[in-house]
């Protein structure tokens, strides 16, 4: 009888090592894949296309059917022909990536309901929300977010328990709120959503950028915009394009964002410096911005109409050769061109150009300088 007893205790004793062993194997697989998730997306971020390609086979082998891969493998296309638009020969490929990942996501979420999850889901469908955005498919991009609405009010719950979801719910409620008062003509078709909070949105975003996994980037992107461009607070912003631009020194677009962040703190002696790096880039989107920039420096700091006159209207020429979306820069380049033409005493070359910023405008700052001249 002993004898027995001392079996079956050993066999539980052994029963117990391996289940806690297993675990043990699943937690550090589950932890080397996040770790390696975050380096392909840093890789991405840094444009360091075969240190991320070698990160995703990694991916790949240790979980296969995993959403994110698919994801990564889209976002490498985002960042490789930047700025992506409808008619990049990548765009299909791009699209179809995102429709698979979410298909993953959701295969995922229904075998197993789990915050990790319905991160992923939501994490597609933000991405297909984008990508509406960028085709101006407003229709298409309302679809999408009635699809991607229960998926945010499940994050609303879990995001202390699962911070990368704060990145989201921070979106959602500042833009819920600043969307209406940019365009207003949106108003009538946001009421079905819940409303947000621009304060909240903000704060929520600072928890997304200190305490996500791997959306962290991603916040301290949207947090500097939106002090630059939303709450003019330039010096807020400057301290989340300046982190992005030393971690990241590949990329042109942190690089960009930096630079126009010193000009509007009129720091314009390190602007100009930081500025060369973008005027020596191949890609027409950033000389086009390299160029707004330099006609800045030359109107605003030197106070030389003329030459800065040529910059702003070379970029204008600039912008008609791009098929991506130029707005902002465009916008910034007709503000120039009519501030000097006001100054010229030429109001009715002043207003056409005012008119122009006003119709490629998309923050705030430029719309505002635009309809306080219009509306004299």
């Not at 059917?65 to 990564?72: A, G």
């Not at 677009?253 to 002696?269: A, H, I, P, R, V």
């Not at 702003?312 to 098929?323: F, G, M, P, R, T």
């Not at 061109?337 to 100054?343: F, V």
């Amino acid at each position: 009888m002993f004898e027995v007893i001392n079996k079956i205790w050993w066999w539980s004793v052994i029963l117990v090592l391996s289940i806690i062993n297993g675990n043990a194997q699943q937690l550090n697989q589950e932890r080397q894949f996040s770790q390696l998730e975050k380096k392909a997306g840093d890789a991405i971020y840094n444009l360091d296309f075969a240190s991320s390609q070698k990160i995703i086979a990694q991916l790949q082998e240790l979980e296969p059917e995993h959403p994110v891969i698919s994801l990564l493998l889209a976002y490498e296309i985002y960042w490789k022909c930047f700025p992506l638009h409808p008619d990049s020969p990548q765009y299909f490929q791009y699209k179809n990536l995102i429709d698979e990942g979410l298909d993953k996501a959701l295969t995922q979420y229904k075998k197993k309901d789990t915050p990790e999850t319905t991160f992923y889901v939501l994490s597609a469908h933000n991405f297909l929300l984008k990508y509406y955005d960028d085709e101006k498919n407003l229709l298409a991009a309302l679809r999408e977010g009635t699809r991607t609405y229960p998926y945010l009010k499940m994050g609303l719950k879990l995001k202390e328990e699962y911070p990368d979801f704060y990145l989201y719910t921070g979106l959602y409620k500042f833009y819920r709120e600043q969307y209406p008062e940019s365009y207003p003509s949106l108003k009538p078709l946001v009421w079905m959503f819940k409303g947000g909070s621009i304060e909240e949105g903000i704060y929520e975003l600072k928890k997304a950028a200190t305490l996500g996994r791997i959306v962290t980037t991603e916040a301290k992107k949207y947090l500097g915009i939106i002090y630059l461009q939303y709450r003019n607070q330039p010096d807020s912003s400057i301290v989340y394009f300046e982190q992005l631009k030393n971690s990241y020194p590949n990329n042109d677009y942190f690089q960009m964002l930096y630079t126009e962040n010193l000009l509007n703190l009129e720091k314009y002696e390190d602007a100009k410096k930081e500025n060369k790096f973008l005027s020596q880039s191949s890609n027409p989107y950033y000389q086009l911005s390299a160029g707004v920039f330099s006609g800045i420096y030359l109107e605003k700091k030197l106070k030389d109409d003329r030459k800065a006159e040529t910059r702003y209207k070379a970029s204008v020429e600039i912008s008609k050769q791009l098929k991506a979306k130029t707005n902002n820069y465009l916008a910034n380049a007709y503000a120039g061109l009519a501030r000097i033409s006001e100054r010229a005493g030429n109001n009715k070359e002043a207003n056409y150009y005012y008119k122009m910023a006003l119709k490629y405008g998309e923050y705030d700052g430029v719309k505002k300088e635009a309809r306080q001249f219009l509306e004299k």
